[in-house]
């Protein structure tokens, strides 16, 4: 896999000349531009999402805890507006915002707490948990170190909630719903 020097070996250029065209942070002369996008593409070079969560300290990822993967096919269950279509909505939000959803199933497990923490060691920006039905929820107390919204749910805490509704086109309502979750967990 080719690395950053090896573009600005290929181009002739510093590795920070590379990072400036890739980022887009300075100005680069276009013709300097066109030999380091050159480069890229000849090589095939892909920038690590993980020098950049070092740089910027943000990874683009948003955690989702979810209950709907495991019960796939079952009709058993209390339902409301099916979580998978809020997560659909969700999905599409985040993906439009240039950021990864990653979503974490609690496979009928009452303790979310490893998920959380699997999130957070991931350097999540936030964590949505999307509930089948409205239902109340028990965070553990690592949720406080990581922004959650609950979509669907609630605690006695009192963080913050929303509360899908039954209508004509819920695909509009969730991408709102996602919308403002992200702006309020600052992603």
Same mark, same amino acid.
């Given at each position: 896999?080719?690395?950053?020097?090896?573009?600005?070996?290929?181009?002739?250029?510093?590795?920070?000349?590379?990072?400036?065209?890739?980022?887009?942070?300075?100005?680069?002369?276009?013709?300097?531009?066109?030999?380091?996008?050159?480069?890229?593409?000849?090589?095939?070079?892909?920038?690590?999402?993980?020098?950049?969560?070092?740089?910027?300290?943000?990874?683009?990822?948003?955690?989702?805890?979810?209950?709907? $993967?495991?019960? %796939?096919?079952?009709?058993?269950?209390?339902?409301? #507006? +099916? /979580? @998978?279509?809020?997560?659909?909505? =969700?999905?599409?939000?985040?993906?439009?915002?240039?950021?990864?959803?990653?979503?974490?199933?609690?496979?009928?497990?009452?303790?979310?707490?490893?998920?959380?923490?699997?999130?957070?060691?991931?350097?999540?920006?936030? $964590?949505?948990? %999307?509930?089948?039905?409205?239902?109340?929820?028990? #965070? +553990? /107390? @690592?949720?406080?170190?990581?922004? =959650?919204?609950?979509?669907?749910?609630?605690?006695?805490?009192?963080?913050?909630?929303?509360?899908?509704?039954?209508?004509?086109?819920?695909?509009?309502?969730?991408?709102?719903?996602?919308?403002?979750?992200?702006?309020?967990?600052?992603?």
């Amino acid at each position: 896999m080719a690395t950053i020097y090896d573009v600005a070996a290929r181009a002739g250029v510093s590795p920070k000349t590379v990072s400036r065209v890739i980022n887009g942070d300075a100005p680069v002369s276009d013709k300097t531009r066109a030999k380091v996008e050159t480069a890229i593409a000849t090589l095939g070079y892909i920038p690590s999402s993980a020098a950049r969560v070092m740089r910027s300290s943000r990874s683009g990822i948003v955690g989702l805890i979810t209950g709907a $993967i495991s019960r %796939v096919g079952d009709a058993n269950r209390i339902h409301g #507006l +099916p /979580d @998978v279509f809020l997560m659909k909505g =969700i999905q599409q939000s985040i993906r439009a915002q240039g950021k990864t959803l990653m979503i974490a199933d609690i496979d009928n497990r009452a303790d979310i707490e490893p998920l959380i923490r699997t999130f957070m060691e991931h350097r999540a920006e936030g $964590i949505l948990y %999307v509930a089948q039905y409205h239902q109340e929820v028990v #965070l +553990p /107390d @690592v949720s406080h170190a990581c922004p =959650i919204v609950l979509v669907n749910c609630f605690d006695k805490t009192g963080t913050l909630q929303f509360y899908p509704m039954m209508s004509k086109d819920n695909m509009i309502w969730c991408a709102r719903l996602s919308a403002t979750a992200t702006a309020v967990l600052r992603i």
